[in-house]
């Protein structure tokens, strides 16, 4: 995905989704690429929500058809969080964990 990043070494065998950082074997979510971000203009206001977003996702422990669901009804619809949730949509390989 936009803005991600994939650790020195690793390959990605499912999709990642955009704005975070990724590493391990197997490839594993690591956290929001808020230094990346930053370097790129994005507000904090916009990382916040892209950390609270993938808080949803990776920590709720609910599947990724709950997840979205939780972040239709939590979240501010931005751009940004509309990109994330168009890419777990389309997804054909599954995200990385």
């Known amino acids: 995905g936009q803005h991600s990043l994939v ?8 999709d ?8 391990g074997d197997p490839l594993e979510y690591k956290g929001l690429n808020s230094i990346g971000l930053r ?5 904090p206001d916009v990382i916040r929500q892209l ?3 993938y ?5 709720s422990r609910l599947n990724t ?3 979205l669901d939780r972040i239709h009804e ?3 619809s931005t751009p940004e969080i ?14 990385i964990g």
Do not use: H
């Open 7 to 14: 650790g020195g070494g690793y390959r990605a065998v499912q």
């Open 16 to 23: 990642v989704p955009p704005y975070i950082l990724t590493a």
């Open 39 to 43: 370097r790129r203009g994005f507000s």
């Open 51 to 53: 950390r609270r977003c």
């Open 55 to 59: 808080k949803i996702l990776y920590r």
């Open 65 to 67: 058809s709950q997840a």
């Open 74 to 76: 939590e979240l501010e």
């Open 82 to 95: 509309e990109n994330v949730i168009a890419f777990i949509k389309k997804s054909e390989r599954g995200l």
